[in-house]
């Protein structure tokens, strides 16, 4: 069963950084993908990040390409997503995604969330400017 645990979530000041985990707490599928997405209120959830476990290539979001930077710990599924230059657009509850399906290969995207068929429960990001 999936289970995926985010941390890192808070509260900086414009400029700042968070790093945030996601861990796969079971350890028990195949993954082939894994991302981020986020959604701040009143909004629609948006694709931030994502890394393809087999290769570690990555892809980003324009509103966070540069400032954003994906990577993985291959053998233990967990991931990060260190965050520079935090902007109070930045601020969002974000949520840790996996594609145990291989439905992102076939489909060529990482940045569709219906491809997505593990999903943590959310940590909240703040940035006060």
């Known amino acids: 069963q999936v289970r995926l645990v985010e941390s890192g979530g808070g509260l900086v000041q414009t400029g700042n950084s968070l790093r945030l985990s996601c861990a796969d707490a079971g350890r028990s599928f195949t993954v082939y993908a894994m991302a981020w997405f986020r959604q701040a209120p009143g909004k629609e959830r948006e694709f931030v990040a994502a890394i393809a476990w087999s290769n570690g290539d990555t892809t980003y979001a324009d509103s966070v390409q540069g400032r954003f930077t994906l990577s993985r710990q291959f053998a233990e599924h967990t991931m990060y997503l260190q965050m520079n230059n935090l902007k109070p657009e930045d601020t969002a509850v974000y949520y840790c995604?996996?594609?145990?399906?291989?439905?992102?290969?076939?489909?060529?995207?990482?940045?569709?969330?219906?491809?997505?068929?593990?999903w943590g429960q959310g940590t909240q990001v703040t940035v006060s400017s």
């Open positions: 995604a996996s594609d145990s399906s291989k439905t992102t290969y076939y489909r060529g995207s990482y940045e569709d969330a219906d491809a997505y068929d593990g």
